[in-house]
């Protein structure tokens, strides 16, 4: 029962918990821990990415597209306004085309937004995207002025590789690490555009924890950074629920584990990664495991659609609001009586 001279965050916190009952049914938000990198080059990137956005036309965003509603920075869609923006999402090879589809018509929902998906198998797609920016700024669009575009992005998603397509040349390096490009790079690539290669970026706070381990499962954090016996773990979960017959036909199982652990296990013991006593070796498990479903062995996945992230939301904001109304309480508590 709701007091009725209570606070409007506890009056908030109190029709949301309600609400998370029945929620938390069907998500598991607090099993694990939170996971943050933002190291000092990060920083100073987005302090960059912020001071350049005044000479840019058109913010080219790659979103993985594996997980493109995670891979989205939040200050990006605060700072970009109402600049043209084009969600790339990148590594389209590895996503579940369904899902990459779902995707593309759920960004597009938001006004001057365009999405496209590419992958390095399909270089001619990739070249589109200087016409889609031309069609974007029809202002600009055969004149003789430049048009500035600022390709931002998490770390190893695919931004360098995506500018030496359009470029035809190798220009910028690239690696399958988080962190190869350190420093901004202005590129003209003719036909009236220029990029601006920026840093990999994350942001201090990931607040949805889910979303920081999907950007560690599909290796936008760096390895020294995480815990791959918890990645690893959390993967495992994800695939035996959604993908459960290529996990099967991945590690040759003839039935589907019982649990992520009992996966594990299994794979530990078909792969020979054993301890002596004859104990599954969890650390080289977690990174085989890890290795395979980021290169697209195990198939091609997904690993959040739209309506998944909308049920993850409103839980987020029940999160927010009970730790609002906590707050407030401890607030009211310590006030001396006037
Ligand atoms: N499977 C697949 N791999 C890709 C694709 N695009 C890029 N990659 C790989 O992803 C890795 C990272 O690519 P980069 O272009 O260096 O990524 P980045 O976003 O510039 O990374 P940082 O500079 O570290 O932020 C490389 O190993 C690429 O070969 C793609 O479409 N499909
Ligand atoms: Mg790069």
Redesign the pocket.
């Known amino acids: 029962m709701i007091k009725d001279n209570c606070s409007p965050y506890y009056r908030c916190a109190c029709y949301c918990s309600f609400k998370l009952l029945r929620i938390r049914k069907t998500l598991s938000l607090n099993k694990y821990m939170l996971i943050q990198w933002y190291p000092g080059h990060m920083h100073k990137a987005s302090k960059e990415i912020k001071q350049t956005l005044h000479q840019i036309d058109i913010v080219i965003e ?1 979103l993985d597209a594996r997980i493109p509603f995670s891979s989205q920075n939040p200050m990006l869609s605060r700072l970009r306004g109402d600049k043209p923006c084009i969600k790339v999402l ?5 996503a579940d085309p369904n899902i990459t589809q779902q995707w593309q018509s759920y960004l597009e929902q938001e006004q001057g937004v365009k999405s496209i998906a ?4 399909q270089p001619d797609k990739i070249r589109n995207l200087t016409d889609l920016c031309h069609k974007m700024l029809p202002e600009k669009s055969g004149t003789d002025r430049l048009i500035n575009t600022l390709i931002v ?10 500018i030496n397509i359009l470029a035809g040349r190798v220009i ?10 350190k420093m901004q790079q202005r590129i003209a690539i003719g036909n009236g555009i220029v990029l601006m290669d920026t ?2 970026v994350l942001w201090p706070n990931v607040e949805n924890k889910n979303s920081g381990y999907r950007l560690a499962t599909t290796g936008a954090i760096k390895d020294t950074a995480i815990d791959h016996e918890q990645i690893a773990d959390f993967a495992a979960e994800y695939l035996l629920v959604h993908y459960p017959d290529l996990i099967k036909e991945r590690f040759n199982l003839i039935e589907l584990p019982s649990s992520s652990s009992v996966l594990l296990d299994a794979i530990g013991k078909s792969r020979g990664c054993l301890r002596s006593g004859g104990k599954v070796d969890r650390d080289r498990v977690s990174k085989i495991l890890l290795a395979e479903l980021r290169s ?1 062995m195990i198939g091609r996945l997904s690993f959040e659609t739209p309506v998944m992230m909308e049920q993850e939301l409103a839980e987020l904001l029940i999160i927010q609001a009970e730790k609002a109304a906590k707050k407030e309480a401890r607030k009211s508590k310590h006030k001396k009586p006037t």
Not at 118 to 121: D, G, K, R
Not at 153 to 162: A, E, Q, Y
């Open positions: 790659v990148s590594k389209s090879d590895l590419i992958t390095v198998e992005g998490i770390p190893n998603v695919g931004k360098s590789t995506l910028a390096k690239t690696g399958n690490e988080p962190a190869i490009t840093p990999g697209g």
